[in-house]
């Protein structure tokens, strides 16, 4: 069965010296298959799915300690490392200091 509502996780980072500002500016980091941007065509790689966002909608059904692979996701990503910059479909501080 297919769910009316659909939880999404949004992966997003701050150049702000303060994340806590409510000027920071929060940025998203896009998936390549993952739904996101309403204005992005719609990606179709049937019978397949990419596994990364594929795993994103089911941890969005639980909780980070479920899933600690989100954690180590996000640090990743905060570090610049480019095996996971390599599963995004765009990185929002490509050519900028780390977030």
Known sequence: SITKERTEIIIQGTSSED???PAAVWEEYEFKCKPGDLKRRPCFISP???????????AAFQTYE???WIVH???K???QE???LSLMATNPFAGR???
């Open 19 to 21: 994340p806590h500002d």
């Open 48 to 58: 397949y799915h990419y596994r990364l966002d594929w795993l994103m909608w089911f």
């Open 66 to 68: 479920q899933n600690e």
């Open 82 to 84: 480019e095996s996971a």
């Open 73 to 75: 996701l996000a640090g």
């Open 97 to 99: 200091a780390a977030p």
């Open 77 to 79: 990503l905060l570090a």
